[in-house]
């Protein structure tokens, strides 16, 4: 066989195979296309024959995995991935350096030895003393059933797990990996490809659940190729400042339950600590009296989540007037300063415009479309609105308010942390049957309702 044949080019975004180089992979991606040796051995030989494996079962006669999930011992994981790890899942979660991926890691992996026995936490990055150093700083608890193993060869580790036949597996990190059976660098794309690939079999055929801890790019994009996503049961991201202390984390799929809901911690010196007041956290430093301030809140999975919206507009000096958005999609306020001018008579043409989600927080959803554009009005015309005042609602480019989902929850919420009035769409207003004691409802139509209901009538 030439050598030519022993080679094929594989692309570093989508993990695509190629027999010759391409410039531009079926992903879209230019220039992504690296060579890598091809794995050897006959694929023929490798494949099933079929009939004598492969058997249909009934689903009724199928056990669900949902009586069989572990219990982590922290609330906030056991939210975001729906109730417990499951057995023989395959957990990917990711995040920026020094977001606290590992702090999480090594606290859910004490809790669960103590829950439920031998823990088996392999690195790849860190020497075993060094994970000993954040154990003592993190754990309450360490546990004689947590073992650490220093290793990066996929074909060693198994061979430890055999004999040690833990209850969870940890993997920091997948990109520090390798397998012996092939000969690109570890990281590659054949690498982690062939690591996750051996990691899902072993965890599925002896339910065993395993978390893996994967880098990001500087884009924020998941390092490696996208395959990866694909093959894992749940992809965990945890988001946050560096500089602040609170910490989001975040599924972005799930085959166990929703990716709507979101886990929040603290992180203080002692490791994460779980956020049950998550909205009151968020509005602690809420001046209700501060021109360009506005509370809102999104529904996010069981929950709802109220949060402050920050606004603040300056007089354009040079150029194009500026927009700059941190949580609120950049497009998403272009269209809400645009409505503003054409529907409220606000023009904002010679003004740069900032709107920051306090506390570092990227909702998802429409529901904050409101609350943005009342606290743009309030920078931009210097005024303050009525005090504690919630807004909610999306906003369409005719102006008008379209309603939103759970908004009655809301509304308890709110009435819980001491808000007054709640402005919202009116269809939405109409359809709450029983409005909590010592809240005002005010349905309203369009932006320039809300304004009005907000600041009263303005001269424009």
Not at 257 to 278: C, D, Q, W, Y
């Amino acid at each position: 066989m030439s050598k030519r044949s022993q080679v094929v080019f594989v692309c570093q975004e989508c993990g695509y195979e190629s027999p010759k180089w391409i410039g531009q992979c079926i992903c879209g991606k230019w220039n992504t296309m690296v060579e890598e040796k091809a794995a050897s051995g006959n694929s023929d030989s490798r494949r099933r024959t079929g009939a004598e494996t492969a058997k249909a079962v009934k689903i009724l006669d199928v056990r669900s995995g949902n009586q069989d999930r572990l219990d982590t011992g922290i609330p906030e994981l056991n939210r975001v991935l729906g109730g417990g790890l499951v057995k023989g899942s395959l957990t990917l979660i990711s995040g920026e350096p020094g977001i606290g991926k590992s702090t999480i890691i090594i606290q859910t992996a004490a809790k669960l030895a103590e829950r439920y026995g031998k823990v088996l936490y392999v690195t790849g990055e860190e020497s075993e003393e060094q994970i000993k150093i954040r154990a003592d700083r993190v754990c309450v608890t360490q546990p004689g059933e947590l073992y650490l193993l220093a290793e990066t060869n996929i074909e060693a580790i198994f061979e430890v797990e055999a004999l040690l036949k833990p209850s969870f597996l940890v993997i920091d990190s997948i990109q520090t990996m390798y397998s012996g059976e092939i000969t690109s660098a570890p990281g590659s794309v054949s690498q982690v490809r062939v690591c996750t690939n051996e990691l899902m079999r072993v965890g599925k055929t002896k339910g065993i659940p395993v978390f893996i801890v994967a880098h990001v790019t500087k884009s924020g994009d998941l390092a490696g190729p996208k395959i990866i996503e694909h093959l894992v049961d749940c992809v965990l991201n945890f988001t946050g400042e560096r500089d602040q202390e609170f910490r989001i984390l975040r599924a972005y799929k799930n085959r166990f339950g929703t990716t709507s809901e979101i886990g929040a911690f603290e992180m203080k010196e002692e490791g994460l600590v779980g956020l049950e007041n998550l909205s009151g956290n968020f509005l602690e430093g809420m001046d209700h009296e501060t021109e360009g301030s506005m509370a809102t809140a999104v529904y996010e999975g069981t929950r709802p989540l109220m949060m402050e919206v920050q606004a603040l507009t300056a007089a354009t000096n040079i150029g194009f007037a500026r927009r700059a958005a941190i949580g609120v999609d950049s497009g998403r306020l272009n269209m809400i300063i645009a409505v503003l001018d054409r529907k409220a008579g606000v023009s904002l043409i010679n003004q740069d415009v900032y709107v920051n989600i306090v506390g570092g927080l990227k909702p998802e959803g429409t529901s904050t479309d409101l609350a943005v554009a009342l606290a743009i009005y309030s920078a931009g015309k210097g005024v303050r609105g009525a005090e504690k005042t919630l807004a909610i609602g999306e906003i369409g480019l005719t102006g008008d308010l379209r309603t939103i989902q759970n908004a009655e929850r809301i509304i308890r919420e709110a009435a819980r942390l001491g808000f007054k009035k709640v402005i919202l769409p009116g269809k939405n207003a109409d359809k709450i049957a029983e409005v909590p004691p010592g809240i005002k409802l005010a349905g309203v139509r369009n932006v320039r309702e809300a304004i009005t209901e907000q600041f009263g009538r303005q001269d424009r």
